[in-house]
């Protein structure tokens, strides 16, 4: 793979992101397309909320979101600075912002806009194939990963989920907080989000239906949207990476869920959707596209690097 010469700009590029969130490798994916550098930290659920709040305070995001169920508070963030990181200019709070941004702001010749890569007339097909994903896809897989873990297998699931922050090289303080925690924070989460057990098998079926509609648009074209990467391919890779059990060495840049911490059902369902058509084309676009040459980002981490 040709490595990609990095955009240099006279902004400063700080990436909050969840770890093992579907949508925040979105946005990650994101920057490494258009090979933008950018810091990142690392966060954990509920406790993100401390390092986004400060940022959402100053007032300085200026698009309206598109998911208006969506707290202000959520990741991914992304905090744009002036060249010294001295003056927070702008915030932007959702993965398709970002994505739009990244877009708007460093599209090339060589990395054109994921909107139009397809040509100009295919743009409102995939705006609207990645609002499709991201409201029906990413909230099913969220939903399956939540339950599976805290519900379905959670005794098997316990520990490893309790070491996510560990694993991650998250903050010592926060990892430690989420290893004594997690099973409280996870119930609170799933409390929140309003995740009930009873929607496990229609999370599943939401999942096949998808997998299957993109299954058939790959029939016709080797992306989801023709004959090009689009925002519509990253959006349904990234949002599947949970469901597919795609590991580090396929393609994922931190550390999976490890597969003990799966129930038996959820590991079979993985090795049905990566059965599919979409499925492969998933695997192939993390093998192939993940990385695009660009080197991992710098991680920031703040209270003398502890959190």
């Not at 708007?104 to 609207?128: A, D, M, Q, R, W």
């Not at 699931?157 to 004594?180: D, E, T, Y």
């Not at 509609?213 to 080797?222: D, F, I, Q, V, W």
Request: charge should be neutral; include cysteine; charged fraction near 20%.
């Amino acid at each position: 793979m040709v490595k990609i010469p990095q955009k240099e700009g006279s902004q400063v590029y700080l990436l909050l992101s969840i770890a093992f969130s579907h949508f925040n490798e979105k946005g990650r994916w994101a920057f490494a397309y258009y090979s933008v550098p950018y810091t990142h930290h690392l966060l954990l659920p509920w406790l993100h909320v401390l390092t986004t709040k400060p940022i959402v305070e100053q007032r300085v995001c200026n698009r309206e979101p598109r998911d208006t169920r969506s707290s202000p508070f959520s990741t991914p963030c992304l905090a744009i600075y002036n060249a010294s990181s001295t003056n927070l200019q702008e915030s932007v709070h959702d993965s398709h912002d970002i994505l739009v941004y990244l877009s708007e702001k460093f599209s090339s010749p060589e990395h054109v806009n994921l909107y139009t890569s397809c040509g100009p007339e295919k743009e409102e097909e995939i705006y609207t194939l990645e609002k499709r994903y991201d409201q029906g896809l990413g909230i099913a897989v969220r939903d399956i990963f939540y339950l599976d873990i805290l519900v379905v297998n959670k005794w098997r699931a316990m520990l490893p989920f309790a070491l996510v922050g560990f694993k991650n090289r998250v903050g010592i303080l926060q990892s430690l907080i989420w290893f004594s925690l997690s099973p409280l924070l996870g119930r609170m989460i799933t409390g929140v989000l309003d995740i009930r057990p009873e929607r496990y098998q229609n999370a599943m079926e939401i999942c096949r239906e998808e997998f299957n509609h993109a299954s058939k648009l790959l029939e016709t074209s080797k992306y989801l949207a023709g004959d090009c990467l689009s925002a519509a391919d990253i959006t349904f890779a990234a949002l599947s990476f949970i469901v597919l059990g795609i590991t580090h060495e396929e393609g994922y840049q931190l550390h999976e869920f490890p597969s003990n911490g799966w129930s038996s059902q959820a590991r079979a369902f993985q090795q049905e959707l990566r059965a599919t058509k979409a499925g492969q084309h998933v695997l192939r676009l993390f093998r192939e596209e993940r990385y695009f040459g660009t080197p991992l980002p710098r991680q920031k981490k703040t209270l003398l690097g502890l959190w």
